[in-house]
T-cell receptor, first 114, second 113 residues
Framework: ETGVTQTPRHLVMGMTNKKSLKCEQHLGHNAMYWYKQSAKKPLELMFVYNFKEQTENNSVPSRFSPECPNSSHLFLHLHTLQPEDSALYLC?????????????FGPGTRLLVL | GEDVEQSLFLSVREGDSSVINCTYTDSSSTYLYWYKQEPGAGLQLLTYIFSNMDMKQDQRLTVLLNKKDKHLSLRIADTQTGDSAIYFCAEKEKNTGFQKLVFGTGTRLLVSP
């Protein structure tokens, strides 16, 4: 599935930097998600936006700040990150239509915090 | 919270069948999913099964669901080297408004020639 794109694909940042991850979906979906994938841990759901409204914040530290200006775009603003925040950040989207809502994932942004 | 468990590693020879197993805890799960992740890529949906089904077949893939034991398996027939990847099982939590998936830690499948 190539309907969800993420940029950049790789990012190296220092702990004092500010950067943003971008996700765009071309599938006409109305829900978008940020996940964190760390080595040897299950995927962690971070944020969910449904019709541009944030419906889930899974106890994520405030150094991660999401933004969803419209149903097609999702950002994750990063500032004063820690080395343990290094991970693969995955974006996904789905169409709310009752019980079965398949999530489609982007390729991810591999983040390294030095 | 809900929990999904998978074995970490499976190694098979090309042409053999692979069976990847998953157990979950949420008896109210409505849908269960299998995703595939190749190196450097995101998750690709392979297949899903509704909780009132026992089996679903899609070309080389067969999903078996034992709801009583909360056990899900993915069988890949005639496994190819291109099937080498990490396979994630996921269940849909019962909720309202959006789809919350709980993922296992993934099973790394290695297919040798």
């Amino acid at each position: 599935e190539t309907g969800v794109t993420q940029t950049p694909r790789h990012l190296v940042m220092g702990m004092t930097n500010k950067k943003s991850l971008k996700c765009e979906q071309h599938l006409g979906h109305n829900a978008m998600y940020w996940y964190k994938q760390s080595a040897k841990k299950p995927l962690e759901l971070m944020f969910v936006y449904n019709f541009k409204e944030q419906t889930e914040n899974n106890s994520v530290p405030s150094r991660f700040s999401p933004e969803c200006p419209n149903s097609s775009h999702l950002f994750l603003h990063l500032h004063t990150l820690q080395p343990e925040d290094s991970a693969l950040y995955l974006c996904a989207s789905s169409q709310s239509r009752g019980a079965q809502e398949t999530q489609y994932f982007g390729p991810g942004t591999r983040l390294l915090v030095l | 919270g809900e929990d999904v468990e998978q074995s970490l590693f499976l190694s098979v020879r090309e042409g053999d069948s692979s069976v990847i197993n998953c157990t979950y805890t949420d008896s109210s799960s409505t849908y269960l999913y299998w995703y595939k992740q190749e190196p450097g890529a995101g998750l690709q949906l392979l297949t899903y099964i509704f909780s009132n089904m026992d089996m679903k077949q899609d070309q080389r893939l067969t999903v078996l669901l034992n709801k009583k034991d909360k056990h899900l398996s993915l069988r890949i027939a005639d496994t190819q080297t291109g099937d080498s990847a990490i396979y994630f099982c996921a269940e849909k939590e019962k909720n309202t408004g959006f789809q919350k998936l709980v993922f296992g830690t993934g099973t790394r499948l290695l297919v040798s020639p």
